[in-house]
């Protein structure tokens, strides 16, 4: 079973478009977390939610809690942006649940 | 400031062996947790402590596997008679934590790799 399901599973998108990754759960959940695993397994957390929408530079972050979904949205992407982006939800308890990851792989 | 760090970054066992993976969260963070991380898959959690208090270890696959923080503060997850299937990375996670409903950021280790032949 899997609590987080991810999509796409591989993206490659040419330097300056617009990408979006999408993240829907099935848990209820405290928060959802969005991370990036560069190669070589070092994990950043990019942003926390747990309603509304969050902007980080050229990251953005959206949730909609009532259809448990939730979406990652780069501007202006550069090959830079390369790497795994993976969602993750905090249930009620303590427990993360995490889903397989997008590889992005963005092009000069 | 110092983050998360673990150590080995790179453990290779020989199927049977015990082997010892060491955490170091950042000072004072109250919440810590293990994470095991196959090939291609996302990270599956392990266990969870808060504080010296192991709160929640239904993540661990088998009786084989053992954490501890014992003062609250660096962690030790012990993998015994290692098998094939234990290879995968180990991450290691430390949060401020504590507050009950509260959701703090976590921030990751670099990982040990753990490679069983």
């Known amino acids: 079973k899997n609590e987080v399901e991810q999509s796409p599973q591989n993206l490659t998108a040419q330097e300056g478009e617009f990408i979006t990754i999408n993240c829907s759960y099935s848990v209820g959940i405290s928060a959802l977390h969005w991370l990036q695993q560069h190669p070589g397994g070092g994990i950043v957390s990019l942003f926390m939610?747990?309603?509304g929408k969050k902007k980080h530079g050229r990251l953005i972050a959206t949730i909609n809690i009532q259809e448990k979904h939730s979406s990652l949205h780069i501007t202006a992407s550069h090959p830079r942006d390369s790497a795994v982006y993976i969602c993750?939800?905090?249930?009620?308890?303590?427990?993360?649940?995490f889903g397989t990851g997008t590889s992005l792989t963005v092009i000069p | 400031g110092a983050g998360v760090s673990q150590s080995p970054r790179y453990k290779v066992a020989k199927r049977g062996q015990d082997v010892a993976l060491r955490c170091d969260p950042i000072?004072?963070?109250?919440?810590l947790f293990w994470y095991q991380q196959a090939l291609g898959q996302g990270p599956e959690f392990l266990t969870y402590f808060q504080n010296e208090a192991q709160l929640d270890k239904s993540g661990l696959p088998s009786d084989r596997f053992f954490a501890e923080r014992p003062e609250g503060s660096v962690s030790t997850l012990k993998i015994q008679r290692t098998q094939q299937e234990d290879s995968a990375v180990y991450l290691c996670?430390?949060?401020?934590?504590?507050?009950?409903?509260?959701?703090?950021?976590?921030?990751f280790g670099p990982g040990t790799r753990l490679t069983v032949t």
């Open positions: 939610l747990s309603s």
């Open positions: 000072s004072g963070h109250v919440s």
């Open positions: 993750a939800v905090k249930n009620t308890g303590n427990q993360f649940y």
């Open positions: 996670a430390s949060s401020p934590g504590g507050l009950a409903g509260v959701t703090y950021e976590q921030y």
